[in-house]
């Protein structure tokens, strides 16, 4: 019998619950606990780290899991990169649940930067209203350019002074309306964009405003990941459950 196991905290791993519970299979959801109010799911949750490759190997063989989904953030690489071990350990079939890359038009005004802190080295300079859409970990990369003004998209309050010494956070949850981004980044009189290639249309209205409004974008592309089966939609990861089979190696 299937027990499936998500690795979530994405609208993509939201969407496969629905589907998984709408098919009576067996899964459990695992958030990472970075967020203060997940959503609310039709299957069972869990929420925490599992503590790395070994915790994962030891979660998987001891509660029976059949298969494994990932479907966390296409930046969240360390557990990506843990779920591939782990599943190789245990001999246990993997799939990505991932949304595809945004690519860039010719209206867009892209600058690609491989990582954090090329984006945070990439803001050296006057000082800049900067709409930084990368997320409350990853605020400290970009301490190193405290000249700029910087508007923050948060899910959760901060409960903790902000590394960066002018931000202005704003509280909002997902998915993003287009003309309202527009309407946000002319009101804070944003002059360039930071965000990580998430992909999806959950957070594109940023990207699709900045377009709208001629802004630069400095886009940071997506890590290398270990070669894993894929999916793009949730369908797909039944189909692969329908016919990897349910043993271990399979």
């Not at 038009?105 to 006057?126: C, I, M, N, S, Y």
């Amino acid at each position: 019998m299937i027990h499936l196991l998500i690795l979530g905290g994405t609208q993509e791993a939201s969407a496969l619950a629905k589907v998984v519970a709408d098919a009576n299979l067996r899964a459990v959801l695992s958030y990472a606990g970075r967020v203060a109010r997940p959503a609310r799911q039709p299957i069972p949750c869990r929420i925490g780290g599992f503590g790395g490759v070994e915790g994962l190997a030891s979660y998987i063989q001891t509660n029976n899991i059949t298969h494994v989904v990932d479907a966390t953030h296409p930046f969240a690489t360390q557990m990506s990169r843990n779920a591939v071990l782990a599943c190789a350990q245990t001999k246990t079939p993997l799939i990505a649940l991932t949304r595809p890359q945004w690519k860039a038009t010719e209206a867009d005004r892209w600058r690609h930067v491989p990582d954090l802190e090329a984006a945070a080295k990439a803001l050296q300079g006057p000082a800049q209203n900067v709409f930084l859409a990368v997320g409350r970990m990853h605020l400290d990369c970009f301490a190193t350019q405290p000249q700029h003004r910087y508007l923050l998209r948060l899910v959760d309050a901060p409960h903790t002074p902000l590394p960066l010494p002018n931000a202005t956070p704003v509280i909002a949850r997902g998915p993003f309306d287009r003309a309202a981004d527009r309407a946000l980044l002319q009101k804070h009189a944003i002059e360039i964009v930071v965000a990580k290639n998430a992909g999806g249309d959950g957070a594109r209205a940023k990207i699709d405003a900045a377009r709208d409004l001629g802004l630069p974008v400095l886009m940071i592309d997506r890590p290398d990941l270990p070669q894993r089966h894929q999916a793009t939609i949730p369908q797909q990861v039944l189909d692969w459950l329908a016919h990897c089979g349910t043993d271990r190696g399979v």
